[in-house]
């Protein structure tokens, strides 16, 4: 059985990957910080799809969380997402700045370090795969977050480079960039989307569909939803101050 390990796994995007993997037949590796969430997740998945399911409690803030980590992705994946993330509540300088370098660490160092401590074995084994979720966020103006993620697509895409050739092609990392989707995320940020018309929304189900079938196909940036994908080109031809304008503004509302 191929093995996946998910961070962020107990909700939200990440509920929804370990949800379609196990369908799947995967192991999973469950990594959260919360261990009652995480064991009630993994005894549902056990139950419901008879699959291996193990938790690791960590905290990616933290330099303890990031060697367990770490230590536990040393030890053999075959799929690795890279989910764990946050939003802070407020623009720039009303956020205390530990709230920001909290988010450049899970957000920037955890991928780069998980990715680091999933490869050579991946390569080795001569297959596997690396999915780190960023944001269309990434192709805007939105302030630490936005940074952090634009960080995310331009590290997975130097790194799928840098293997390019290598295991026959069979290894390979993807940023996943999705928009809006009805998650706690929204929610923990206390930012008011309720401006956001329906159609922006995506389906977390269908977006992990999307995110699969784009790693399958070695597309190295993956934006889910047709209206993304036209959001994320048109932001290529509009000047780079008016996008920053709008994209500062949108779903930015905080309760």
């Known amino acids: ?18 949800r ?39 905290d990616l803030a933290t330099d303890e969380g990031l060697k367990t980590a770490e230590e536990r992705v040393r030890n053999g994946v075959d799929l690795l997402v890279n989910n764990a993330g946050f939003g802070n509540k407020g623009t720039f300088l009303n956020v ?3 709230d920001e370098l909290t ?3 899970v ?4 991928v780069l370090r998980l ?59 993807m940023a996943l960039c999705p928009g809006f989707v009805h998650t706690e995320f929204h929610e923990r940020a206390q930012m008011d989307v309720t401006g956001i018309p329906d ?8 977006l992990v569909d999307a995110a699969l079938r784009d790693l399958r196909r070695g597309v190295q940036v993956s934006v889910p939803g047709a209206q993304y994908k036209a959001i994320v080109g048109l932001s290529r031809l509009v000047p780079r101050e008016l996008v920053g304008r709008l994209s500062s503004r949108t779903g930015r509302k905080y309760d």
């Open 103 to 105: 988010m450049l660490r």
């Open 199 to 206: 159609f922006m929304w995506l389906d977390q189900d269908k």
């Open 1 to 18: 059985m191929p093995t996946a390990l998910i961070t962020g796994a107990t909700a939200g995007i990440g509920a929804a990957f370990a």
């Open 115 to 173: 990715t680091h401590a999933a490869l050579p074995g991946m390569l080795e084994r001569g297959r596997g795969g690396i999915i780190n979720v960023s944001s269309v966020a990434a192709f805007a103006t939105r302030g630490t977050y936005g940074a952090s993620k634009a960080w995310v697509v331009s590290f997975s895409q130097g790194v799928a480079a840098d293997i390019a050739g290598q295991a026959d092609g069979k290894v390979r990392v």
């Open 96 to 98: 205390p700045l530990s």
């Open 20 to 58: 379609r993997l196990a369908a799947d037949g995967f192991d999973l590796v469950l990594l959260a910080r919360d261990s009652d969430r995480l064991a009630e997740a993994a005894r549902e998945l056990h139950d419901k799809y008879a699959v291996r399911t193990e938790v690791v409690v960590a």
């Open 107 to 110: 957000h920037c160092e955890a």
